[in-house]
């Protein structure tokens, strides 16, 4: 069966530091990517999603970078924190219904 | 300018009834619509999905129905616990089958 991963569960982070968080997935082939923030009280909100290695398409432009090294792999970085980049982070892989990871919850202080 | 529309206000229900969620959308032409479930501090967890030469769909205690014309779904769950107190969370495929656009969810609390 199919398991997505992600860590870390929660991250404290200062404001100006990078990020890395990543996700993987075991069990399928070529899947579709997908990395969502959802802040507090609101809808879950698309930031990048990926049809295949190397193929990063972005929907908010912000201070958030994605890439897929590998085919089960996606990671979402940051050159330097906002405050307004706090939040749940969650990966999901697609085969027309998505499978989410637990998430992360990310605290920029 | 696209919308997803869902009752952003908390819905209470007495065990045993049924409960319904709406969903509508604007400026979309989805091939697909699907239903999601959300505790507190987890991820979603898919529960059907619908396509657009699609009227209705049922799993177990859950319906869904989808109105092209109308552009709205209807999600109904039956007999109603309080284990099914959560959000649900309609989402539909924009911009090509590989993008998925989420509506914020309607928050349902089953009362015993």
């Known amino acids: 069966s199919q398991t997505i991963h992600q860590w870390p569960a929660t991250l404290v982070q200062p404001v100006g530091s990078p990020l890395s968080l990543e996700c993987t997935v075991e069990?399928?082939?070529?899947?579709?990517l997908y990395w969502y923030r959802q802040a507090a009280g609101r809808g879950l909100q698309l930031l990048f999603y990926?049809?295949?290695?190397?193929?990063i398409s972005s929907e908010v432009p912000q201070n958030l970078s994605a890439s897929r090294p590998q085919d089960r792999q996606f990671i979402l970085s940051s050159k330097k924190l906002l405050l307004s980049d706090s939040g749940f982070y969650l990966c999901?892989?697609?085969?027309?219904?998505?499978?989410f990871g637990p998430g992360t919850r990310l605290t920029v202080t | 300018s696209q919308k997803i529309e869902q009752n952003s206000e908390a819905l209470n229900i007495q065990e045993g009834k049924t409960a319904t969620l709406t969903c509508n959308y604007t400026?979309?032409?989805?091939?697909?619509l699907q239903w999601y479930r959300q505790d507190p501090g987890r991820g979603p967890v898919f529960l059907l999905l619908?396509?657009?030469?699609?009227k209705e769909k049922r799993k177990e205690r859950l319906k869904v129905t989808f109105d092209t014309t109308l552009k709205q779904s209807l999600f109904h769950i039956t007999a109603s616990q309080p284990a099914d107190s959560a959000t649900y969370l309609c989402?539909?495929?924009?911009?090509?089958?590989?993008?998925?656009?989420f509506g914020i969810g309607t928050k349902l609390q089953v009362i015993p």
């Open positions: 990926s049809v295949g290695i190397g193929q």
């Open positions: 619908i396509r657009e030469n699609e």
């Open positions: 989402a539909l495929n924009s911009g090509g089958y590989q993008k998925v656009t």
């Open positions: 999901a892989w697609s085969v027309g219904e998505q499978y």
């Open positions: 069990g399928t082939s070529n899947p579709n």
């Open positions: 400026n979309y032409s989805p091939a697909y």
